[in-house]
């Protein structure tokens, strides 16, 4: 039962959750149009 108990307290650290969401800053204007941006990465490591 311990090890699961870490074992989850691992992945769950691991997952980037730092705290409670934040909302982001308001526009002073909103943006008209759609825009799409980000960036996307795949590949495979082997040792």
């Known amino acids: 039962m311990r090890v699961i108990l870490a074992l989850s307290l691992l992945a769950l650290a691991a997952c980037g959750a730092d705290g409670a ?3 982001p800053d308001p ?3 909103p943006r008209r149009g ?3 941006s ?3 990465e ?3 490591a082997v040792r």
């Open 21 to 23: 969401p934040e909302r």
């Open 34 to 36: 759609i825009s799409v």
């Open 42 to 44: 795949t590949g495979v």
């Open 27 to 29: 526009d002073p204007e």
């Open 38 to 40: 980000g960036s996307v």
